[in-house]
């Protein structure tokens, strides 16, 4: 959907009423028989007088909370299945009681079971991964993929402020990368660092400042002063991190990002379920936001990201020496960031909260039959009932 159709979905005119029907903490284990009770009374009254169901079921829900959802489906109330895999999934507790074991593995398929049965009775099923998309795809007949959106339109860095410092005088700055991820062993940032060192050692011009925190940060300082790079290579306090704060001072990290030229990312492994995780995703985003194109490994999950939306440079992964070499070259040709700048801006307007929740609503109405009616309005008055 190019970004000028956001405008066609219009919530007020559809005069959509949104219910919340429960808050829990999807990973909350002390919900009581009682408490569980209450809420599926609550839903099922509300349920009555509602147009639509949105059954949101996250991975390391409660199953009783799944399975309170199963208790209310009702044929005659159009339902709506959406299913998060942004919420972590609760691990057993480490010990050798076999019975712990079997407990979880067990608490696993009743969620998966539940999950199942919604899955089949819904009109339209929305799945945040394509992993799970794929788990239940056999389960349901509507199914859409809708990653969960980081971005709003309004965080986006103006095209003017973009083209202007793409229109800088490149020859005589360095070519400014930035990281903004965990400083974790499998992000790969030791493997940038010692890009950045072969390549200024072939003469370019480059530099790399890291935003983040972790477990690898010592280690990464020790390799910087090492290497001789602490003019060139910079660590940094962590920029406002949108797997935190999803949604709050997301122009004050653009406005930072705008300082530089293209992001690099560097994930090791070849496991797509680690490779990248969700705050390295989130970082791509914020990027985008500014304008920045990926410079990143060769990985599954990056190439994809990468050549759908023609925003970055791929580099060979865990080959240090191919990876400098390119860098290099692209520090002595900076028109090659140009286009791929413009794309990323672009992508995060494609991907934005609010053209991902109005393409949200319009599969809704579609899916969803509704009586035909004399008023100019395009959708007679819905109740969502979310649990």
Known sequence: MPPSSVERFNAAAEDICLIPAFNANACDQSSTTKELQSWVKTVADLGRNCSVLQAQIDEGMDPNFANGFCQVLDESIPTVFLHSTAAPVVQPLPSKSRFRHHHFRFRRHRLFRDCVKVARHADLSLFDSEQSMRQYTGFTRNAKLFPAPVISTADV???????????????????????????????????????????????????????????????????????????????????????????????????????????????????????????????????????????????????????????????????????????????????????????????????????????????????????????????????????
């Not at 003469?203 to 280690?219: F, M, P, W």
């Not at 940094?236 to 530089?260: F, G, I, M, S």
Request: include cysteine; aromatic fraction near 4%.
């Open 157 to 387: 860095l103006d095209e003017a402020s973009l083209r202007k410092r793409l229109s800088g005088d490149s020859l005589i700055s360095s070519l400014r990368l930035v990281s903004s991820i965990p400083l974790e062993r499998q992000n790969g940032l030791g493997h940038a660092i010692a890009i950045i060192r072969q390549a200024r050692s072939n003469g370019a011009n480059v530099t790399l400042d890291i935003y983040g925190d972790g477990l690898q940060k010592s280690e990464l300082q020790y390799q910087i002063a090492k290497l001789g790079l602490t003019n060139s290579v910079r660590l940094n306090a962590p920029l406002q991190n949108l797997a935190e704060d999803r949604y709050a001072n997301n122009q004050q990290v653009v406005a930072r990002l705008n300082d530089y030229d293209a992001m690099l990312i560097t994930p090791l492994g070849s496991d797509p379920k680690t490779e990248t995780t969700a705050k390295v995703f989130n970082a791509i985003w914020q990027g985008y936001a500014a304008g920045l194109p990926i410079i990143g490994f060769d990985q599954p999950s990056i190439r994809q990201q990468l050549v759908r939306n023609k925003t970055g440079i791929l580099l060979p992964c865990g080959d240090i020496t191919a990876a400098a070499m390119r860098i290099a070259e692209l520090d002595l040709q900076r028109g090659q960031l140009h286009d791929i700048s413009l794309n990323a801006r672009r992508a995060a307007i494609d991907q934005s909260m609010e053209t991902w929740y109005s393409r949200r609503a319009e599969w809704t109405c579609e899916a969803i039959p509704r009586p035909h009616t004399a008023s100019k309005s395009p959708c007679p008055t819905a109740r969502l009932v979310s649990a």
